[in-house]
């Protein structure tokens, strides 16, 4: 059979063992499992609709990355760092690797300079001037972990990084953290999240809430100063996971986030879908009002013009003290599950503006049911004087749903909250799977592969067609996340024919990966031996 045979053999076991790996893995705890993606989508504000974008080479799937764009070059788009885990959690490790997206060509490209911040996740990144600025974040391996609070720049024009040592008492060492540029030219951090040990597998989480400004000395750009900020105005309470945007005005906006309660081996968060202000120019917090329909008010206010004179609050239905609105959605689980949402919108409601004059009072603010619901880690963006608001996560029980719903709030009329696009529970990713769908896969294993006889078979019928493909080599001293990343476009398409054109795309994702793993567990033991 010669090198060709036995090429075909090693291919064939490849995605055997792959198979039985998928398998293996399809009955682990569902808590563990996660599910990261490299794909890049378009939303078009004028059409409503999205659009997936396929650029060849981009940056390897990851999450907890920073993305930036800059005007430069017709428009560009850098993303640095963020970290991978494959489904089963056996692989995980941080990146450090910085990429940008030319956007008037649509190409992807790695930049390689030296000097930058090591890998980590939850940093956050902003650009400042000609710059791109970088604080903090942290890295995790599975024997510890380390909170950063340094501070880096990258130049878009020598495209080099510098560490920065601004003199003053900074942040202590966070990550998730607000990081905005003020229209005074400095940089603002507040809040976000960092753990320390407090004993042998005990760990203590604090949730920030301080703020401190980075500032330019005069005289140039490498000098930086921190200071400390009390601002004044309504804070937004004690959380970690919020959104963060700038508005045309140049203020601040926080939306949402989650504040975990934390007891030894128990975890409790309460998800928040408010919004605040930051009025730099004040050093001033605001929380967010919404004004409600005009439509709806002109129907109050007509409401009030005809009550009868002397009318007491009993007749009137105590319109003196309105009540709090409670708002109910549910979201529905492909097998079945309904996962009920309940929000209780105060009177208030929400609000970006200073106190509203008496005609526009809270008191006649309305909820038309739409406002999104709690969540955390949310998407951002403002264009054209709409704040927009994608997805995100929250937690139901012992399950972490993510979300891809969107919505929108013009920032100058503020009125109410518009749907773009609701939570289809199709397409709903539930990171704990439930006893039915075990069983249901349990039922498709035992109808596809229950009979070994049949599926060497299958493999002899496939060798024999010559549909077996010759697989990419493993390069000496290459890792297996570089042969990943090198090499994962195969194992996807390999994994499609494997599982079928209408299987889920975490499911072929998982294929992909066992059977790259499987391949290069091969053929690393055949490359050492040829060394020797």
């Not at 995980?92 to 060509?105: E, I, P, Q, R, S």
């Not at 951090?189 to 500032?215: A, C, E, N, P, W």
């Not at 067609?465 to 996807?492: C, I, K, M, N």
Request: proline share 6%.
């Amino acid at each position: 059979m010669g090198k060709k045979g036995k090429k075909e053999k090693k291919g064939r076991g490849a995605e055997k063992t792959a198979a039985k790996m998928e398998k293996k893995v399809s009955k682990r705890s569902r808590k563990e499992e996660t599910f990261m993606y490299n794909e890049l989508y378009i939303y078009s504000i004028r059409k409503g609709t999205w659009t997936k974008v396929d650029i060849p080479g981009p940056p390897p799937r990851r999450c907890a990355h920073q993305a930036v764009v800059v005007p430069q070059g017709g428009g560009q788009l850098w993303i640095f760092g963020g970290e991978f885990a494959s489904p089963d959690g056996e692989q995980f490790y941080h990146y450090k690797d910085l990429w940008v997206l030319h956007l008037a060509t649509k190409t992807w490209e790695q930049i390689r300079s030296t000097g930058g911040p090591s890998g980590r996740s939850g940093h956050r990144m902003v650009a400042w001037k000609r710059q791109l600025i970088l604080f903090g974040g942290f890295h995790e391996s599975t024997r510890d972990y380390i909170y950063y609070s340094d501070v880096y720049t990258f130049s878009l024009d020598t495209f080099l990084w510098s560490k920065l040592s601004p003199s003053g008492p900074g942040p202590t060492p966070r990550s998730g953290c607000l990081m905005a540029v003020t229209p005074q030219g400095s940089i603002a951090i507040y809040g976000g999240y960092s753990k320390q040990r407090v004993k042998k597998d005990v760990d203590k989480g604090t949730q920030h809430s301080d703020m401190f400004l980075l500032k330019p000395e005069d005289g140039g750009e490498d000098k930086w100063t921190w200071t400390r900020v009390n601002p004044s105005g309504v804070k937004p309470t004690v959380r970690s996971g919020f959104s963060v945007a700038v508005a045309p005005n140049h203020q601040i906006l926080v939306f949402g986030g989650v504040c975990d309660e934390e007891e030894e081996e128990h975890l409790e968060g309460s998800f928040f879908n408010d919004l605040y202000i930051y009025d730099a120019a004040k050093s001033r917090w605001f929380a967010a009002q919404l004004k409600g329909p005009k439509s709806e008010k002109k129907r109050r206010r007509r409401g009030k013009a005809d009550d009868p004179e002397g009318a007491t609050e009993e007749e009137t239905g105590g319109t003196s003290a309105p009540e709090p609105l409670e708002v109910i959605k549910e979201v529905v689980s492909e097998d079945g599950t309904v996962i009920t949402i309940k929000q209780v919108l105060t009177p208030s409601g929400l609000g970006v503006q200073p106190p509203p004059k008496a005609d526009d009072s809270a008191s006649e603010a309305s909820s038309t049911g739409q406002e999104p619901c709690p969540r955390s880690s949310a998407m951002l963006a403002v264009k054209h004087g709409l704040l927009y608001v994608y997805g995100g996560m929250f937690e139901a029980g012992d399950r972490q749903v993510t979300l891809s719903d969107l919505y929108c709030l013009d920032l100058h009329k503020m009125e109410e909250w518009k749907t773009l696009v609701e939570m289809d529970p199709k397409s709903q990713e539930w990171l704990e799977e439930s006893d039915s769908e075990e069983d249901s896969s349990s039922d498709e294993e035992g109808a596809e592969g229950g009979d070994e006889d049949q599926e060497e078979d299958s493999s002899e019928d496939s060798a024999e067609e010559g549909a077996d493909p010759q697989h990419p080599e493993v390069a000496h001293g290459e890792q297996y996340e570089e042969y990943l990343s090198r090499t994962e476009q195969h194992w996807l398409k390999l994994a499609r024919n494997h599982v079928g054109p209408d299987a889920k795309e975490k499911k072929v994702l998982r294929v992909a990966q066992a059977m790259a793993k499987a391949c290069f567990d091969d053929a690393v033991p055949d490359i050492a031996q040829a060394k020797h």
